[in-house]
């Protein structure tokens, strides 16, 4: 039985447990249904795949630095920005450009990253980049160059590998299952258009609003830049709910900086010495055409590594050294926030898709084999499972995000997918008692079968079903 407050990763981990099973024992069957349940286990498997979509410059490649932890993404732009990168997991260290007939070639990386890819960038599908790391061990992270710009070769780079395809070269190397996607204002309607056309929703896309610690009245204004990020943050996850399922503010040039190593010692030092300036003195020291503390490569060095709003308040914690601001500057960045939504909420949404998509290969396999009754069978007995009515929570949200994306069962059916435990899923703190749990349900109950009675589209039908049985689900589990 489950519990008001069960985890937020127990039930999808769970279906894909049954789901393995289910496909170990099609497996017995014969050599070649091994095989192609093999190819279904291992998708189920895999790394989740999150592409980093957005504008040019907004931030894309310093955000893959930070969420690595190493300078492997170039910043600057270059011929191998141009083009879509594949980052996965893999030893030796090594890059190779991927053509779009599927032949590869070698890149030569220079301190770690690829200058030149050895061919036009036209004729370049993606770059496949791998990497020895802990992260992504457990993710797959795709750069794109950007998106809806008037850089249009660059729009046309993303295009070409992640919607167009070019037939064979469209494979998991490319398909991506969830994005995030990075944007340092209000989205553009031409961007929310696009992620569509990329296959993304409310169900699978997080919003990152990029560079907040340059925004308001920036770094020396009244208000704190990162708080007002936050606010704003919560202002656009509300309005594109439909689109979204959270919007986190995030400093990548903080967060970079902390995750790489970059400040030194040295750096503190060089910081440290500017602890005793008064804002209006480190602003004439920042616009002074020679420094009266330190040099001009030292001064040009730390507005690389922390940018105006990092100078400002990692100078008070320099004296302690660079572990202090390193860890400051971490903390303020909002990488960690990042990390948590990516790990929780976006692996959660691939494991149902790919549920789902697992569920229907497997029906397709009882299709084309004489076993077809037996294929069904161990089939039926996952889809009958609790767990499994994610999947069904999971297709309706997706139905009417497409269809019909100002419903209110939008909301309801988006905090059901991302919330934790019961209470959380039904928007209560997860400090509800369970009268109160108890009492939200059963007016969600009400609801609901108004809402079946009067009707509405087939999407809007759909969910209201799998609302009645997901609340009723849970009223009996409490």
């Given at each position: 039985m489950s519990r008001p407050h069960e985890g937020r990763r127990t039930r999808p981990h769970a279906l894909r447990d049954q789901l393995t099973a289910a496909l170990a024992e099609i497996a017995r069957i014969d050599r070649p249904l091994a095989r192609s349940t093999a190819q279904i286990r291992d998708t189920l498997w895999a790394p989740p795949r999150v592409v980093v979509v957005g504008r040019v410059k907004a931030g894309k490649s310093t955000l893959v630095n930070a969420l690595i932890g190493d300078l492997v993404a170039d910043t600057a732009a270059t011929e191998c920005t141009k083009v879509v990168a594949v980052y996965q997991d893999g030893a030796p260290a090594r890059a190779e450009a991927v053509k779009i007939g599927g032949a590869r070639h070698t890149v030569r990386l220079v301190d770690g990253r690829p200058t030149e890819l050895g061919c036009p960038t036209d004729q370049v599908a993606y770059l496949d980049r791998f990497l020895p790391s802990r992260l992504l061990r457990n993710m797959v992270l795709i750069d794109t160059p950007g998106l809806a710009t008037i850089t249009t070769g660059n729009e046309q780079a993303t295009r070409r590998a992640l919607i167009d395809g070019f037939g064979q070269t469209r494979d998991a190397s490319v398909n991506a299952d969830a994005a995030i996607f990075l944007f340092d204002a209000t989205p553009r309607a031409d961007e929310v258009q696009f992620l569509r056309e990329l296959g993304f929703s409310a169900v699978n896309t997080i919003g990152a609003l990029a560079k907040a610690d340059t925004l308001g009245e920036g770094a020396f204004g009244d208000v704190d830049p990162i708080d007002a990020a936050r606010a704003?943050?919560?202002?656009?996850?509300?309005?594109?709910?439909?689109?979204?399922?959270?919007?986190?503010?995030?400093?990548?040039?903080?967060?970079?900086?902390?995750?790489?190593?970059?400040?030194?010692?040295?750096?503190?030092?060089?910081?440290?010495a500017l602890a005793g300036l008064s804002d209006t003195s480190l602003e004439l020291w920042l616009e002074a055409e020679t420094p009266s503390i330190g040099t001009d490569a030292e001064r040009d060095r730390l507005l690389d590594l922390l940018g105006e709003y990092g100078l400002r308040h990692a100078r008070k914690l320099a004296p302690r050294g660079a572990h202090a601001v390193n860890s400051w500057l971490q903390q303020r960045s909002g990488v960690d926030e990042l990390r948590a939504n990516?790990?929780?909420?976006?692996?959660?949404?691939?494991?149902?898709?790919?549920?789902?998509?697992?569920?229907?290969?497997?029906?397709?396999l009882a299709l084309t084999h004489p076993a077809g009754g037996q294929i069904r069978s161990y089939l039926r007995q996952v889809r009958q499972t609790p767990q499994a009515h994610t999947m069904a929570e999971f297709k309706a949200m997706r139905a009417l995000t497409r269809s019909d994306p100002e419903s209110p069962w939008v909301g309801e059916l988006r905090q059901i997918l991302i919330g934790s435990g019961i209470a959380g899923r039904i928007g209560l703190p997860p400090t509800a008692d369970r009268n109160t749990v108890a009492a939200e349900l059963d007016r969600r109950l009400r609801q609901v079968h108004e809402a079946g009675l009067m009707g509405g589209s087939a999407a809007e039908e759909q969910a209201v079903a799998v609302l009645?049985?997901?609340?009723?689900?849970?009223?009996r589990a409490i």
């Open positions: 704003q943050s919560a202002v656009i996850a509300e309005s594109m709910s439909a689109s979204l399922l959270t919007v986190q503010p995030v400093a990548g040039l903080l967060a970079q900086t902390a995750q790489t190593g970059q400040f030194t010692e040295s750096d503190a030092d060089a910081l440290a990516i790990e929780l909420d976006l692996t959660r949404s691939v494991l149902i898709t790919r549920a789902v998509r697992a569920c229907t290969e497997i029906e397709h009645l049985r997901t609340y009723s689900m849970m009223r």
